[in-house]
């Protein structure tokens, strides 16, 4: 990350300043994903989805902007699926409710998710990648590298256009 899109971005964070956190990961291997109860998938490991591009958003269902990249991210899902590309949504809870799992259950029902998510109600992979936002997408590359980093809502054609170039690298 360049140093000026560091300051900016750290002009418009919070004073904590942890922003640099997740763009930190850009160029390392990601994480693993911690165990959790699965939806529309059985469970999924980074290390065996190598040869793959993922993409991993930390989300919310009570969380408005998580709700708003929805439609992004079934699109990209209906447009890219197959061999080569993985989504995975990590729902880490903001509230007591959402730790529920038949309310999560209902949720990716009423709202049309069909891409695999995972709990993470004890925070395990949110601390594994050192957040603090809801939503945030991380995009992996086929070795397993963080390569991309989108904190909040909007620039959808930037992602996807960074999904596309991920899947044609060799």
């Known amino acids: 990350m360049t140093a000026l899109l560091t300051a ?9 300043g942890r922003i640099e956190d997740e763009f930190s990961w850009v160029g390392k291997p990601a994480p693993e994903i ?9 469970p999924l ?3 065996e989805l190598r040869g793959k591009v993922v993409l991993v958003e930390f989300w919310a269902f009570g969380c408005w902007n998580c709700r ?3 439609p992004s991210m079934k699109s990209w899902f209906g447009k890219f699926r197959g061999n ?3 989504m995975i949504g990590i729902h880490t809870p ?3 409710r959402e730790k529920k799992f038949e309310a999560l259950k209902a949720e990716v029902r009423q709202l049309g998710v069909s891409y695999p998510v995972v709990t993470d109600n004890d925070y395990k992979t949110w ?8 939503p945030v997408i991380y995009l992996i590359d086929k070795r397993g590298v963080i390569r991309y980093v989108r904190i909040g809502e909007g620039q959808y054609d930037v992602t996807e256009n960074e999904i596309a170039a991920l ?3 060799k």
């Open 84 to 86: 080569e590309f993985v």
């Open 68 to 70: 708003n990249t929805i």
């Open 8 to 16: 900016i971005l750290l002009s418009i964070a919070p004073s904590s």
């Open 167 to 169: 899947l044609a690298e």
């Open 34 to 42: 911690a165990a959790g109860q699965w939806l529309n998938s059985a």
């Open 127 to 134: 601390n594994a990648y050192h957040q603090q936002y809801w």
């Open 45 to 47: 490991r980074i290390a």
């Open 94 to 96: 903001e509230l007591d």
